[in-house]
């Protein structure tokens, strides 16, 4: 089983509203991870958590804030979005690098965030 | 910056016909992966290649990895409506301290019926 879930399929938000979005995968997967994609290009990578500790954060803006509540779930977390946020937001896991990890990366469905 | 380009950035062809999408860096990558997205979708991963020179096939696609391992190509054999969507490399390098992938700029695939 490859599956990692995402939830809510679609979001819209205003401005000053407060949501977060939910990853979740069973896979045994120690590394987990955040993109956001605009149509047609490829994913940026936002967040990397590493056995449940932020690894990377790729200088996201401060209304992005997530979370690795346990080694099966990744929440995001958002607050004061503004339109140009508005995007594709992936979540992705792997094996973390040890030898022999070859880094596949297995995606969720995404959530379509539309900020008005 | 490690940049991956892919070519074609868009295709649009016939169902029945090939089509080849090439994938290039002038850096080394240990691994690299290729994807393909629907619209609205996440990226469904088709195959992970780590050897240089590897060839694999997936049914009508044939995905091979450069010898210097730079570079990598997806063959799509009769190409059909299904195929239809874009289409991700994304390599990755060993030997630093973090899980990144970098991923190609993408090849967006349109097969007409």
């Known amino acids: 089983d490859t599956e990692v879930t995402q939830t809510p399929k679609h979001l819209v938000m205003g401005m000053t509203n407060k949501k977060s979005l939910k990853c979740e995968q069973h896979m045994g997967h120690r590394a987990m991870y955040w993109y956001k994609q605009k149509a047609k290009k490829p994913p940026e990578l936002m967040f990397v958590y590493s056995y449940e500790k932020l690894s990377i954060n790729e200088s996201v803006p401060s209304r992005f804030s997530p979370e690795c509540p346990n080694s099966s779930l990744l929440n995001l977390h958002l607050h004061a979005l503004q339109p140009e946020d508005s995007a594709l937001y992936l979540c992705a896991s792997s094996q973390p690098r040890v030898a022999g990890s070859w880094y596949t990366q297995y995606f969720g469905p995404g959530t379509r965030l539309t900020v008005l | 910056t490690q940049l991956l380009e892919q070519s074609p950035q868009f295709l649009s062809i016939q169902e029945g016909e090939n089509l080849t999408v090439y994938c290039n860096s002038s850096?080394?990558?240990?691994?690299l992966q290729w994807y393909r997205q629907e619209p609205g979708e996440g990226p469904v991963l088709l195959v992970t290649?780590?050897?240089?020179?590897e060839v694999k096939k997936l049914k009508r696609l044939t995905f091979q990895f450069g010898d210097a391992r730079k570079d990598s190509s997806l063959h799509i054999t009769a190409a059909q409506p299904g195929d239809t969507g874009l289409y991700l490399c994304?390599?990755?390098?060993?030997?630093?301290?973090?899980?990144?992938?970098?991923f190609g700029t993408g090849t967006l695939l349109a097969v007409q019926p």
């Open positions: 290649v780590v050897t240089g020179g």
């Open positions: 850096s080394v990558f240990s691994s």
């Open positions: 994304a390599g990755a390098r060993y030997g630093g301290a973090t899980n990144k992938l970098i």
